[in-house]
């Protein structure tokens, strides 16, 4: 048997941790052994239905109480897991079963399991010719005892945030999980024994279902899991969950900080919780701010948040899930460096003076990985020098299933083209400055769309974190941009104004270029992964 499905099965034998779900409302704990029980039953039904090694099966539930037996009961199969992205109430459920439909025969799945709240979805797959179960009639069945895996087998096919019309999935193996767990719990000091983790993260993007669901399930890990629509419904259920169970451990975007800073600021009185027992507080999946972790630790410090718990990481699904993450105390390491030499020469020099970037760094990379930046001929560059990040190592999964058949991620040495520009510092610390997509190049420049997001979101009015810079004319000589943002005041043609006027001058006064122009729109509209990351090429529409 691989060494994930043995160590896991083995750890829900002899582990006293177990999951708790359905807070606020309905909190419910059940042992990791009860959950192994229940995924026994869920294999059962699976067997009953075909599910054999190998197979590929689809999941649309919105419970991590279903989602986690659901998990490995598949993995009891011999199967591979992948969660679809989740209809919203206000989706098209039409175009929503026509997509989802071509990302079921991408994965060859043999079935769809469904449970609440998506089982309107149900007859909509059936309809298309899918094979829908549901978690209640599997649970129902007789259990059956695992099948025997190998290293190599696939666990989990994970979407990428940009799936939708062309789906892409990551194919990661028992091994990677193994290899990518172990490394993040060692350089997370994780103690079983004393450790809690709490998490509202989605289970149908990576750092939700692999960090922060299959490893905890792995270890045997105690854990507290609620959905990302309890979190939206009450951001301060995060706090009251801390506090509830003495959370040490937690992750979450930059933007579900900033959230939980300012409602910390607006609704909660000083005491109301205390968040002290939090020691890891990683903050990945999309660009860390500094000011936005600083003012968490302002907002957060009469409840006892300790600024040295922030954990800025970095990561993605192609590595299973984390490439490097701070050490553990450290708190937020910031590298302020020449935002023009950064920007014309591509090169990080500290200053402290004069236009100055300030960029986090993201810590070293995990055990078993390596990180190098390249120049677009793929020379190494020296410290400092920026270009592409690529990785490598164990947890670096083989590549893509596509519309078009597999796709390798690795290069002949095994190298990993992240997409993302950055640089190492001294210490050998992974430093991310952009997308290489979407830096916008003006007269030799690189413009960072981050940096132009930030400036436009000090405007009052402007909602936070909706703001999305948008390349226009790219490769060609008169390459620019423009700058979306939503306001409740869109309707109102003077506050419009003042509002577009007002950005134009913030991110002049930060990248010394004018956008070509600034819309402003009603809340809602500027396009955002499942996950919550701005789409920008998708945005193009919206300033043209």
């Given at each position: 048997m691989s060494q994930f499905t043995e160590t896991m099965f083995a750890n829900a034998s002899s582990s006293r941790n177990g999951m708790t779900t359905g807070d606020p409302g309905n909190p419910v704990r059940h042992t990791w052994k009860e959950v192994y029980e229940r995924a026994r039953r869920i294999a059962g039904g699976l067997a009953a239905a075909g599910i054999s090694r190998g197979d590929a099966v689809a999941v649309l539930a919105g419970a991590p109480v279903e989602i986690a037996p659901t998990a490995q009961g598949i993995w009891m199969r011999g199967g591979s897991l992948t969660m679809l992205h989740q209809p919203t109430p206000r989706t098209d459920l039409q175009r929503w079963a026509r997509e989802t439909t071509d990302v079921i025969k991408m994965i060859e799945a043999r079935a769809v399991i469904v449970s609440d709240p998506f089982m309107l979805a149900a007859p909509v797959l059936t309809e298309h010719g899918i094979q829908v179960l549901t978690v209640e009639e599997l649970l129902a069945s007789d259990p059956v005892d695992p099948v025997e895996t190998d290293d190599d087998d696939l666990a989990l096919m994970q979407l990428t945030s940009g799936s939708t019309g062309f789906p892409k999935a990551v194919c990661i193996s028992h091994a990677n999980i193994v290899a990518n767990a172990h490394a993040m719990f060692v350089g997370a000091r994780f103690d079983p024994d004393t450790d809690v983790i709490v998490s509202w993260l989605p289970c149908f993007h990576d750092m939700g279902m692999t960090g922060f669901l299959t490893v905890p399930m792995f270890f045997g890990a105690e854990?507290?899991?609620?959905?990302?629509?309890?979190?939206?419904?009450?951001?301060?259920?995060?706090?009251?969950?801390?506090?509830?169970?003495?959370?040490?451990?937690?992750?979450?975007?930059?933007f579900a900080y900033n959230l939980l800073a300012r409602r910390l600021r607006r609704q909660a009185t000083e005491g109301q919780f205390d968040l002290s027992s939090l020691r890891w507080a990683l903050s990945g999946a999309?660009?860390?701010?500094p000011a936005d972790?600083?003012?968490?630790?302002?907002?957060?410090?009469?409840?006892?948040?300790?600024?040295?718990?922030?954990?800025?990481?970095?990561?993605?699904?192609?590595?299973?899930?984390?490439?490097?993450f701070t050490e553990c105390g450290a708190g937020m390491v910031v590298d302020e460096v020449d935002a023009d030499l950064l920007a014309v020469l591509?090169?990080?020099?500290?200053?402290?003076?004069?236009?100055?970037?300030?960029?986090?760094?993201?810590?070293?990379?995990?055990?078993?990985?390596q990180a190098r930046i390249v120049d677009e001929d793929d020379n190494?560059?020296?410290?400092?020098?920026?270009?592409?990040?690529?990785?490598?190592?164990?947890?670096?999964?083989?590549?893509?299933?596509?519309?078009?058949?597999?796709i390798g991620a690795q290069d002949r040495l095994?190298?990993?083209?992240?997409?993302?520009?950055?640089?190492?510092t001294e210490k050998g610390d992974i430093v991310v400055c952009g997308r290489v997509k979407d830096v916008i190049i003006m007269a030799g420049k690189n413009i960072y769309p981050t940096d132009i997001e930030r400036a436009a979101t000090r405007v009052t009015g402007v909602r936070p974190g909706c703001s999305v810079a948008v390349r226009l004319d790219a490769g060609l000589s008169r390459e620019t941009f423009a700058v979306a943002v939503e306001s409740n005041d869109y309707a109102d043609a003077a506050q419009v104004r003042r509002i577009e006027r007002q950005v134009a001058h913030e991110v002049f006064a930060d990248?010394?270029?004018?956008?070509?122009?600034?819309?402003?729109?009603?809340?809602?509209?500027?396009?955002?992964?499942?996950?919550?990351?701005?789409?920008?090429?998708?945005?193009?529409?919206?300033?043209?």
């Open positions: 854990l507290v899991k609620v959905t990302p629509m309890d979190f939206l419904g009450d951001i301060l259920l995060w706090a009251k969950l801390i506090d509830k169970y003495r959370g040490t451990m937690t992750a979450a975007p930059n999309e660009q860390v701010d972790v600083e003012d968490l630790c302002e907002a957060g410090a009469p409840f006892g948040l300790r600024p040295d718990a922030i954990v800025p990481a970095y990561g993605m699904a192609e590595t299973t899930v984390a490439v490097s591509h090169r990080a020099v500290p200053a402290t003076k004069g236009n100055t970037r300030r960029l986090v760094a993201l810590g070293r990379p995990i055990d078993g990985l190494v560059l020296p410290e400092r020098a920026v270009g592409v990040i690529q990785v490598r190592g164990n947890p670096v999964t083989k590549g893509y299933v596509t519309m078009a058949g597999f095994g190298w990993y083209d992240t997409g993302d520009m950055g640089y190492l990248v010394d270029v004018r956008p070509r122009n600034v819309v402003v729109l009603q809340p809602g509209v500027i396009p955002k992964t499942p996950s919550g990351k701005l789409r920008r090429a998708h945005a193009v529409a919206l300033v043209n």
